[in-house]
């Protein structure tokens, strides 16, 4: 009989064989605004039409559920039992976070690696995420547990996309991820350079609060694209808070418009990848192939 982990591989690969890009969204440094470009992102490619998964791996920092208004709600199973239901704050849009297994918000989480690793493993497996167009992850920064589960167990990542601020210090630790995702053999899609700048919202006047060019430089530095620059403005942090969606309420900021650019230029890169899968498990037997999932041409009648 497969064991537990052989089963639950199986039906990662199962699930994730139904969505056409997985991307991870990552970084060296905090606060820099990945779960900012997570969400935006899912918000333009879902006014493009597609329908887009998020996953939030950040297990003790959980901010995509209030992000996108939707704080509080609970994760439920299907009838069966056998699946765990996403949270749909709007159509096309599916999301799951640790957040959702938690009675109380104000909770702490005290996991060590090995629980973390396996609650992100069982999202994959477990939550019945459909056939998808996206699926976007958030992760918490650094190089850890979370980005690690995620690089080795979901099958055909599309890439990791860095986010970091122009200042020398964020682009140090971002250096960090990218050599991270080429240790791992993921592809690296590109920087998003955040807060590139701030709009005076007296003047319009440009400040540039973390310093100049440091997301371009690092790209040239390592030949990798950059896919664009956003900057700060103020009411994207509130509209944040309130759960409100920045781009269907302010879309001509300058700050829209760089997510719903970033989102095209993402739809006309990552390219769909599909591996074929064949579990080849030395316990198959016809007992074992009658609980596993796998489309697998070896299956035993
Ligand atoms: N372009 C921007 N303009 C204004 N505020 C922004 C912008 N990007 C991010 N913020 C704000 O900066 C803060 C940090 O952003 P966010 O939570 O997205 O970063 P993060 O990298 O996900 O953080 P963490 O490392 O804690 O997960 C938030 O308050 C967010 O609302
Ligand atoms: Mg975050």
Redesign the pocket.
Known sequence: MPSESELQEVNIHSRMEKVDRKILIM?GK????????TVNLANALLDKGFTVGVLDT?IH?P?IPKMFGCEGAILQSTEDGSSILPVCPRPGLKVVSMSFALNDPDQAIIFRGPMKIGVIKQFLADVEWGTLDYLLI?S??GTGDEQLAVCQSVPDLSGCIL?TTPQQVAILDAKKSVNFARQLNADVIGIIE??SYLICPDCGKHIAVFGKDGGKNLCKEMNIPLLGE?????G??QD??LGVNWLEENPESE?AKAFKAIADHIHSTVKFKHTPYEPSFSSCSPSACASCTANCSSKKS
């Open positions: 970084s905090g606060g820099v605004g990945k779960s900012t470009v950040d920092g901010n958030d918490p920064p986010v955040n807060m956003i900057p700060m403005e103020l994207l942090q944040e808070d700050s």
